[in-house]
């Protein structure tokens, strides 16, 4: 069984600050781990993803993800945030061509 | 760019009548996928498949059933639908994750569906 938890559903935070969102998986074999983020009223687009290597994966939007095998997290980190950061981001984890999302973060930052 | 493309974009049900949503991928891949987003549950995988003729079920199948007569498209089908089904639709498309597949999925626009 594989599952993603974002334990987070919503973080406000101001323009210019440091944002983290946490994201916890849980699998049996090496994770292949991704972002995925849905602006207000859109569909979903690809932000980054964690294969194999550097634990810490850069991505579009200025976005990178730190991989930590041993509290099997990924955490999307950015700084500074800006106001168009606002959307709901979305941790993945696929396995044997099944992606499975966290329940999703709601981002809101405030300018 | 991958092209999803989702129909319909709306669509409005009573219960018991059978709906069909339609996917159509343009860029070959291998694997698609239909997901629901709800309030409070993100999205959850209902049916999946890895090539034509294929198909498998995800995590809440119940209710629904999917079809892939091609490699371009990806039904899902409410054969009696009920206003729990009422929710929004996002089709995807992607291949395995290989030396030069990245794995991402690209997602369609979403068909949002009210069953009455």
């Known amino acids: 069984a594989q599952s993603v938890d974002q334990p987070d559903a919503h973080v406000t935070l101001s323009e210019g600050a440091s944002l983290e969102l946490r994201c916890s998986y849980s699998y049996s074999a090496a994770p292949y781990l991704f972002w995925y983020v849905q602006y207000p009223g859109q569909s979903l687009q690809f932000l980054l993803k964690y294969i194999t290597g550097d634990t810490v994966v850069k991505g579009t939007k200025g976005f990178e993800a730190e991989f930590r095998k041993s509290n099997s997290s990924f955490n999307l980190k950015k700084s500074p945030a800006h106001w168009s950061d606002s959307a709901k981001y979305f941790c993945a984890l696929e396995g044997r061509a ?7 973060t709601k981002l809101s930052v405030k300018s | 760019e991958a092209a999803v493309t989702q129909s319909p974009r709306n669509k409005v049900a009573v219960t018991g009548g059978k709906v069909t949503l339609s996917c159509n991928q343009t860029n070959n891949h291998n694997n698609m996928y239909w997901y629901r987003q709800d309030t409070g549950h993100g999205l959850r995988l209902i049916h999946y498949s890895y090539g034509a003729g294929s198909t498998e079920k995800g995590d809440i199948p119940d209710g629904y059933k999917a079809s892939r007569p091609s490699q371009e498209n990806f039904s899902l089908i409410l054969e009696l639908a009920t206003p729990s089904q009422t929710s929004v639709y996002f089709c995807a498309s992607g291949d395995a994750i290989t030396g030069e597949n990245t794995g991402q999925l690209y997602f369609g626009e979403g068909s949002k569906l009210t069953v009455l």
């Open chain 1, 98 to 104: 099944k992606l499975t999302f966290g329940k999703g």
